[in-house]
């Protein structure tokens, strides 16, 4: 197998890798461990809303998919100590270009809602953002809480 090749194929297995690691940040997704399980339900109004975006994610699978398509591509320049050289440079350009293309890939938009609750308490919580349905000011909403996390829903 030719270096663009397996370079080609490491790219192509790497973005699947981040893209299944990435979890839903929306309101209306469950991890399969929070199915049938016991939530503590609240309810609210929507005071105020912004946009926001939510980082993404910063794991060692796109720098190591990246150093590996680096350091093939680079040992594949020259030959002898150069080529040695030109693969050790790679790979290091290649983590970092990865490490990059994992976080850019897994950004999300996102949206903070400040929230009256009905006991008089103000909190802020921030989810992913749902264009087909989006939260406005005045809104009456759920807020289910379980295992620590928050989602607002409708």
Do not use: H
């Not at 080609?8 to 469950?30: E, N, P």
């Not at 939510?54 to 150069?82: D, L, N, Q, R, Y």
């Amino acid at each position: 197998m030719n270096t663009k090749k397996l370079a080609a194929l490491i790219i192509m297995s790497s973005s699947l890798t981040i893209s299944g690691c990435a979890s839903s940040l929306q309101g209306d997704t469950y991890s399969r461990d929070d199915a049938r399980q016991v939530q503590n339900v609240q309810y609210g109004t929507v005071d105020s809303l912004r946009m926001v975006v939510i980082e993404g994610t910063k794991t060692p699978i796109g720098a190591a998919a990246g150093a590996v398509v680096g350091g093939v591509a680079g040992s594949s320049v020259g030959g002898g100590k150069g080529s040695i050289i030109a693969g050790v440079l790679g790979a290091v350009a290649g983590g970092l270009v990865g490490s990059a293309a994992e976080e850019g890939i897994t950004k999300e938009q996102g949206v903070e809602l400040v929230i009256r609750k009905s006991d008089g308490q103000t909190i802020s919580v921030v989810q992913q953002y749902e264009p087909n349905n989006p939260f406005q000011v005045g809104d009456r909403v759920r807020l289910m809480s379980l295992n620590g996390e928050v989602r607002v829903t409708r």
